[in-house]
């Protein structure tokens, strides 16, 4: 009885090793923060499969960010007199499908920023990014399928350069100047660009720690820029320099290369893409070639939580499109922010280690007791059946007797039996 008991625990605990599925370890110990929603890709063999581990339907996620920074100086040597204010307020969320093959990803952000320093003395907008993006693919294998992309990026605010004194601008075209303290350079939702894309897409690695994803096909983008200016020199004799924008229209060859992925539990947060539209087709009335007008765009981000409502974000973003402005736009970004998350709940998250080791624990005294039971029963069904039920030795293994006569006298020659 105790051996069935001891071989049906082992048996229980083989069977709940942890397993390495594509490359991601399956496994159920105990960790220090609670293990995010795994991603890695997961395939039913008879065709049915899901396009992703996680909770099929719709799911959600929120956060709301915030910074502010204030500074007075009365007297102190090397800085202005005066107070400094900076704050900024950002928003990302996402709506996402599953169904199947079906993957639908929704994702939208929006970063505000705004100081006001002695020097100036009013307000003045440093941030201001509008992104919106949808996607959808279809998984024909497990890593492989087709996809189509809607993009969107913007300003929602008008954008003006403000300085203390009075100053000349000059236009590239014709040197037309322009004297003032406040000068316009874009109004509200300008430039304005919209990116379509059609292809394939190739999903070799997806997990929690790492996924890559590369996309070929055909893009096209669209950016409305009539109206809008651009500072291109800061340091001409004659003022300072700027282009007026005009519309872009590209449609070609599109690529594109990204990775992401989490460390820490979840709590570090990183992601890097490249891209590149080649404009087979242009509005473009120069003699420049298609790899000279090759819109080439890089973005790299990294956040790291500190706490439920504290993290660190940095983005580095590198755009050239020689045919809107012919110079490398650069930004950089690095905030503190107290943010707000709220996401659709993921099933079985809310449990801690000591149930899970409980359910664990239940689960082998309900398997040990079975197989006791299975044994008794065994044990009692053996000693309850009858001598002739039960079943008769082979020939070669029967010990042969000879019938042997009270009565008859004993031959020395005759075998004897062994006892």
């Known amino acids: 009885m105790k051996q069935s008991l001891v071989l049906t625990a082992l048996a229980t605990l083989l069977a709940g090793t942890p397993r390495v599925v594509h490359g991601q370890e399956a496994s159920s110990a105990p960790s220090s923060a609670p293990a995010p929603a795994p991603t890695a890709t997961a395939y039913v063999p008879d065709g049915s499969f899901k396009a992703s581990e996680r909770p ?3 799911a959600y996620g929120v956060t709301l960010a915030a910074n502010l920074n204030i500074a007075s100086n009365r007297d102190v040597v090397g800085q202005i007199n005066g107070n400094s204010v900076l704050f900024g307020a950002s928003f990302l969320g996402n709506l996402d499908y599953l169904h199947d093959r079906h993957e639908w990803l929704n994702t939208g952000s929006l970063a505000e920023t705004w100081s006001r320093t002695p020097a100036l003395g009013t307000f003045v907008k440093s941030n201001d990014q509008l992104n919106l993006q949808s996607l959808y693919n ?6 492989t ?4 992309r809607i993009a969107v990026q913007s300003s929602i605010l008008k954008t003006d350069r403000v300085s203390a004194t009075s100053l000349t601008y000059v236009r590239d075209t014709d040197g037309a100047t322009t004297q003032s303290s406040r000068f316009r350079l874009a109004s509200s939702f300008q430039p304005f660009t919209l990116n379509e894309g ?3 897409f ?3 690695i997806r997990s929690d720690v790492l996924s890559t994803s590369l996309r070929v096909g055909a893009g096209g983008r669209h950016t409305f820029a009539d109206g809008a200016r651009a500072i291109t020199d800061e340091k001409d004799l004659r003022g300072i320099v700027y282009t007026d924008l005009k519309d872009v229209h590209q449609a070609g060859a599109e690529l594109f290369a990204g990775i992401d992925g989490k460390e820490l539990g979840g709590r570090l947060l990183y992601n890097l893409g490249v891209s590149a539209l ?3 087709l242009n509005n473009d009335h120069t003699s420049r070639s298609i790899l000279e007008l090759t819109r080439v765009g890089v973005l790299a981000a990294c956040g790291m939580g500190v706490t439920s409502w504290l993290s660190v974000n940095y983005q580095l973003k590198v755009v050239r499109d020689v045919q809107l402005i012919d110079a490398l736009q650069v930004t950089n970004s690095l905030l503190l922010s107290l943010q707000y998350t709220k996401s659709s709940p993921t099933p079985g998250a809310k449990k801690t280690d000591a149930e899970r080791a409980s359910e664990r624990i239940a689960a082998l005294e309900t398997r040990a007791t079975a197989a006791e039971l299975r044994a008794a029963a065994a044990e009692s069904k053996l000693h309850t059946v009858e001598p002739a039920a039960l079943p008769e030795p082979p020939a070669a293994l029967r010990t042969p007797v000879l019938p042997i006569e009270p009565s008859a006298p004993t031959d020395a020659s005759a075998p004897t039996q062994t006892p």
């Open 56 to 58: 099929q339907g719709l």
């Open 138 to 143: 279809f998984f024909l294998r497990e890593w």
């Open 145 to 148: 399928g087709p996809f189509a």
């Open 198 to 200: 059609l292809g394939w």
């Open 202 to 204: 190739f999903q070799p």
């Open 278 to 280: 080649f404009p087979l």
